[in-house]
């Protein structure tokens, strides 16, 4: 038990790991014993911040598989198309928990023990009194609807970043690509005709095919595309952000930033970039 607290969490993408543990336990679990949420708040030793644990657990049902670390092996490395163990398991849900908890750098587990399966997730938080609202950014809003194109070979990733610019930039359109290989030139023509800003993955992935964001970022910029162009990479030394840079990115930001941290620094390099085409005379938004 614990005092009323809130920690400061990215809500979007911890309501994917949660609803789908939930729906995994209900719709694999037995039937007759009920799904239990627990979640717990410890001190660490030493240290200012927390550590938030939450916990799904369920009945197993004994027509089901059981779940073994090769079970969830194959849940996450199996092609969608081929993990089918009934009419209704695809792996889908497991590997958008599994995802979207590297995103929050979460230590999530699925396991099982004699007829009890636990999900667990857990993360090092910070907290404020319950009732205060948490610190914002000293940053200059931007106050007008945009259009987002945003290529990325992760599902998740996709949604995450579109609900997140959404809710900040009421009115917004965004663009999803990256789900086939066809996208790309799909992309490239809805960004040059429409958008405001790009958002480009650097390694997406098709199969057999591998684009790299700096490659589209390129053709973007020599097709004379005037908005803003971001990186999205898990690679960020500085010799990378020297060669993104080089290839016409004006705003680099690390997939492990938290998807509500990133659009605020989407927010913040947008207005920069416009500030800039404005005192030259030139128009940032597409036509």
């Not at 910070?126 to 809003?141: F, I, K, N, W």
């Not at 490659?215 to 990479?233: H, K, W």
């Not at 930033?257 to 990133?262: E, H, I, R, T």
Request: charged share 20%.
């Amino acid at each position: 038990p614990f005092e009323a607290a809130a920690v400061l969490l990215d809500e979007a993408v911890c309501r994917i790991i949660l609803e789908n543990a939930v729906k995994n336990a209900l719709r694999h679990g037995h039937a007759d014993h009920p799904v239990r949420l627990h979640m717990a708040l410890h001190d660490l030793p030493g240290a200012a911040e927390k550590m938030l644990v939450f916990r799904v657990v369920n009945r197993a049902d004994p027509q089901k598989p059981r779940v073994t670390p090769e079970f969830i092996a194959r849940a996450l490395e199996e092609p969608v198309a081929q993990f089918h163990y009934d009419r209704v398991s695809d792996g889908l849900g497991l590997r958008h928990i599994f995802m979207a908890a590297r995103i929050l750098h979460m230590e999530a587990s699925l396991t099982q023990e004699d007829k009890t399966v636990t999900f667990k997730a857990s993360a090092r938080v910070q907290t404020v009194p319950a009732g205060e609202a948490p610190p914002e950014p000293d940053l200059v809003r931007l106050h007008k609807a945009v259009v987002v194109c945003y290529i990325d070979d992760n599902e998740v990733a996709l949604m995450l970043v579109a609900n997140a610019i959404k809710r900040r930039w009421a009115g917004s359109v965004v663009h999803q690509f990256g789900r086939h290989v066809i996208e790309a030139d799909d992309f490239m023509e809805v960004t040059l005709q429409h958008a405001d800003i790009a958002i480009l993955d650097q390694n997406i992935q098709f199969d057999k095919t591998c684009f790299y964001g700096t490659a589209l970022s390129m053709q973007l910029l020599e097709a004379g595309f005037a908005g803003l162009v971001c990186i999205r990479s898990a690679n960020t030394s500085d010799e990378d952000i020297a060669a993104y840079k080089s290839c016409g990115a004006h705003c680099i930001i690390d997939k492990s930033v938290p998807v509500g941290s990133m659009v605020q620094q989407l927010e913040k390099a947008y207005l920069s970039h416009t500030s800039v085409h404005q005192a030259s005379g030139s128009s940032v938004t597409a036509t």
